[in-house]
């Protein structure tokens, strides 16, 4: 089974690579990744990625999937059964101005949230459109596996070319049901969650363990609850308030004015930090060589893969750090530092399909009626059966209305920025910007329009 990683440079392909070398571990050899084929535009970022990948094989020992690299998108798509598509159009330094924009005109700036989000997609939409018509012409049989934020807005854009063979991952709901889980004593892996959204925008109403709904329990359980990340953002009395917990991402929402400040007055952005930080990283491995297949050999100033466990360690200890601030200011426990999620997922949800493990996956998916007030082609954030058939939403029942509120009113906005990014529509681009619920003028959306286009977005 042949896997292609579009974004193949990226920093955290090895998390993708590691958890295939565990799967490769397994006594059954069906449906495993023969071949890794790691597309990228920048073959400074394939041989540096490269590097790490050649020493994490070396560690462990027994089958791995063979690794080659290109930057040709169609020779990377030719006859792959499965596209992991994880790409940053603009990269880091269009992630910066995404934050930076918004954040003169008094509004929020963050990668998928808010004016950032919406200036993303604008920019990626296309790329990603043209990906999905050359998967369908070069693959046809392939399923694609869209990591690529805006994840929600992405997949649905992607999905008017694939239909339901693409399929939307993120790890934050994985992560929130997981924690919730342990809070409540639970085998997370035992435990069924009723979760229903959007992409980064989404709650767990109940955990059903043995039958039994725990969430009442842990809602009047104050220790419990602000045991972990979530409860730790909200606070007790307001998840009581809500009856739900929310995914992360609606800490800017729910606490706009204090993640604001909070952003405003961080010394930088984490668009800047990341790209500070992976600047570095890049450059302490731009002087390997290119080891067989096409797969950088390493550099001589030390170990490739150190380096990058040491760089990822710390993006994990200060992910949504401003969010934990505005909070009351805490750490990341140690059991959400080992860089595990998304990857997990995408193996998870690779394995359903190609072994038909019947399996339960949160995941991004067209609606086709399980989310009752959205309609049947909306991409929504649901508990999907998986298997050999691919990803079905599971009914979800009735939504909370501020819920369905905010789903209806975000899906509109990505809906308008997919137009404005399909049709190159100014006034679709502005009404995207505008309708969104945390931006408080037409004008600011405006001006920040004015400012954005010309860079690209």
């Not at 042949?2 to 440079?9: D, E, H, K, P, Q």
């Not at 990341?274 to 890049?282: K, S």
């Not at 750090?321 to 080992?338: I, K, P, V, Y």
């Not at 899906?411 to 619920?437: D, G, Y």
Request: charged share 25%.
């Amino acid at each position: 089974m042949r896997l292609t990683v579009l974004g193949g440079g990226g920093f955290r392909v090895p998390l993708v690579h590691r958890a295939l070398l565990e799967d490769a571990q397994g006594p059954d050899a069906a449906g495993r990744c023969t071949e890794l084929v790691l597309h990228d535009t920048d073959p400074g970022r394939l041989s540096a990625i490269g590097a790490v990948l050649a020493e994490q094989t070396a560690q462990h020992p027994g089958p791995a999937p063979a690794v080659r690299t290109t930057t040709d998108l169609d020779e990377a798509l030719a006859g792959t059964d499965f596209v992991f598509s994880a790409i940053r159009v603009g990269g880091l330094a269009g992630r910066v101005r995404d934050e930076q924009l918004p954040l003169a005109e008094g509004l929020l700036g963050q990668e998928t949230v808010g004016v950032g989000g919406v200036l993303y997609g604008l920019r990626t939409v296309p790329v990603a459109t043209h990906i999905a018509e050359r998967v369908a012409a070069l693959a046809p049989q392939a399923w694609v596996i869209n990591f690529t934020n805006p994840a929600g807005m992405v997949t649905e854009a992607m999905s008017r070319v694939l239909g339901d063979r693409v399929i939307g991952i993120c790890d934050s709901p994985v992560g929130l049901c997981r924690r919730a889980a342990r809070a409540v004593g639970a085998d997370p892996d035992r435990a069924d969650y009723d979760y229903v959204g959007l992409n980064h925008l989404g709650w767990l109403r109940r955990i059903v363990v043995d039958g039994t709904d725990r969430m009442p329990a842990l809602l009047e359980d104050a220790p419990a609850l602000e045991s972990f990340e979530e409860g730790k953002l909200f606070g007790a009395e307001w998840l009581r308030a809500l009856g739900a917990l929310p995914n992360e991402y609606l800490h800017y929402y729910y606490h706009h004015r204090e993640a604001l400040t909070a952003i405003r007055e961080a010394d930088a952005t984490r668009g800047e930090f990341l790209a500070r930080q992976q600047q570095g990283f890049y450059a302490q491995l731009s002087s390997g060589g290119s080891g067989k297949n096409g797969v950088s050999g390493g550099n001589s100033t030390g170990s490739a893969f150190q380096a990058w466990d040491e760089t990822r360690r710390e993006r994990e200890e200060t992910y949504m750090a401003e969010s934990r601030q505005a909070s009351g200011g805490w750490q990341r426990d140690s059991c959400d530092l080992d860089g595990g999620g998304y990857d997990r997922v995408a193996l998870a949800l690779m394995r359903a399909i190609a072994r038909n493990e019947r399996t339960t996956l949160i995941l991004n998916v067209r609606n086709r009626g399980a989310v009752p007030g959205v309609d049947a082609d909306a991409v929504v954030e649901v508990p999907c059966l998986v298997d050999a058939g691919g990803a079905r939403p599971l009914a979800t029942g009735p939504v909370a209305p501020d819920q369905l509120g905010l789903m209806l009113q975000l899906k509109a906005v990505e809906r308008s920025a997919i137009e404005a990014a399909t049709a190159n529509s100014r006034r679709a681009a502005l009404r995207a910007l505008a309708l969104h619920p945390l931006v408080d003028s037409v004008h600011a959306a405006e001006r920040v329009l004015d400012a954005a286009r010309p860079l690209g977005a």
